[in-house]
């Protein structure tokens, strides 16, 4: 775990100082693959567990549940960061 955070934070230090640089453009792409393949790689993974498939009817609507729950959950926390982050900003430049 610790190693995890050091990666991030690493990213995180290297990025601002890369920040105005034209390749960091290139990053949103490149992300957006890796998400892809992440996903792809953890579904054979997935598919490829004998135990994991044959208990799909006994845990799967579990899975559903908290997927639906976690996803209603982003999105109401979604919802109030931009209206206390962002909506009050289009607010006074209304006024």
């Known amino acids: 775990m610790f190693s995890i955070i050091m ?3 690493a990213g995180v230090v290297i990025g601002h100082f890369l920040r ?3 390749k960091v453009e290139n990053i949103e792409k490149t992300t957006s693959i890796t ?3 992440l ?3 953890l579904g054979l993974s997935v598919g490829s567990n004998k135990v994991i498939i044959e208990n799909m009817g006994h845990f799967g609507w579990q899975a559903a549940v ?3 729950l976690g996803m209603g959950g982003s999105i ?3 919802r109030i960061v931009y209206r206390l982050f962002f909506k009050k900003g289009e607010e006074r430049n209304e006024k």
Request: hydrophobic share 80%.
């Open 66 to 68: 908290f997927a639906v």
């Open 7 to 9: 990666t991030m934070l």
């Open 20 to 22: 105005n640089g034209k």
């Open 35 to 37: 998400i892809f393949v």
């Open 76 to 78: 109401v926390a979604a």
């Open 39 to 41: 996903l792809f790689v």
